[in-house]
């Protein structure tokens, strides 16, 4: 998607007033332009490429939660044309968020037992079946393989959904380029990253609710639940 570059507060504008009957947008968006004041968004736009991923020590070995993913979606690459919207691929991403937070919270090396919490902890199952209630004292459910192959075929409502989906994007971009001036290149692959997690939240929150086509309330929940990972130091919730 090729995006010439706009000041995000306008774009924001014209968003609000195509879908100002969408409950909790103005919130979203507001998040969204806040975004680049945080110190720790700065860091996961700055500093992806500088953190580790899991290369040694043993944690190349998938959890379970990926294991049963890649039993019950699709493995077809990211982006390849009239590949499902959500692939077993997609699941990885919320590794890396979570891993990008928790590095960019404790400002230290990270140890095994880390590396245990992030790998092999409930938070990855929390954040993706709990969503915004990540952080609550409910229990963690159980994932099963029935929720990943409904989230494997999962779909846009209408084109009114996906618009609202990929105008919250530009927003985003925008806010990204505006403040960075592109921050040395690392714009549309961060940006690309951060969508994709969306989208992946947003096939979550439809299935949670037992649909299979993801609405304008997935996408709002999808965002809130992204805005309050980044304003939450998860390494004290794992």
């Known amino acids: 998607m090729f995006l010439k570059e706009k000041p995000a507060p306008e774009v924001a504008e ?15 968006v507001e998040g969204i332009l806040s975004l680049p004041d945080s110190w720790v968004y700065e860091k996961l736009v700055h500093d992806r490429e500088n953190i580790p991923l899991f290369k040694s ?43 990008d937070l928790y590095i960019i919270r404790i400002k230290r090396d990270l140890t095994t037992i880390d590396l245990d919490k992030i790998c092999y902890g409930e938070m990855a199952a929390r954040i993706l079946l709990m969503l915004e209630e990540f952080d609550s ?15 494997g075929k999962i779909k846009w409502n209408d084109k009114k959904t996906k618009k609202l989906f990929n105008d919250l994007f530009e927003i985003r971009y ?13 714009t549309p692959i961060f940006t690309n990253t951060e969508n994709a997690f969306l989208k992946l939240l947003s096939g979550c929150s439809a299935v949670v609710e037992s649909r299979d086509k993801i609405n304008t309330f997935d996408i709002i929940r999808a965002h809130r639940t992204y805005l309050k990972l ?9």
């Open 14 to 28: 014209k968003v609000l007033k195509d879908f100002s009957n969408i409950e909790g947008l103005k919130e979203v």
């Open 57 to 99: 020590g043993g944690y190349d070995k998938p959890s379970d939660l990926v294991k049963l993913v890649s039993k019950n979606m699709s493995k077809f690459p990211l982006n390849i044309p009239f590949a499902p919207l959500l692939t077993a691929k997609y699941i990885l991403i919320v590794y890396a968020f979570m891993m």
């Open 174 to 186: 925008m806010s990204v380029f505006n403040k960075w001036k592109g921050a040395n290149g690392q």
């Open 137 to 151: 004292n409910q229990k963690t459910p159980q994932p099963t393989k029935e929720f990943f192959k409904r989230l």
């Open 230 to 238: 980044i304003n939450t130091d998860i390494s004290k919730l794992m």
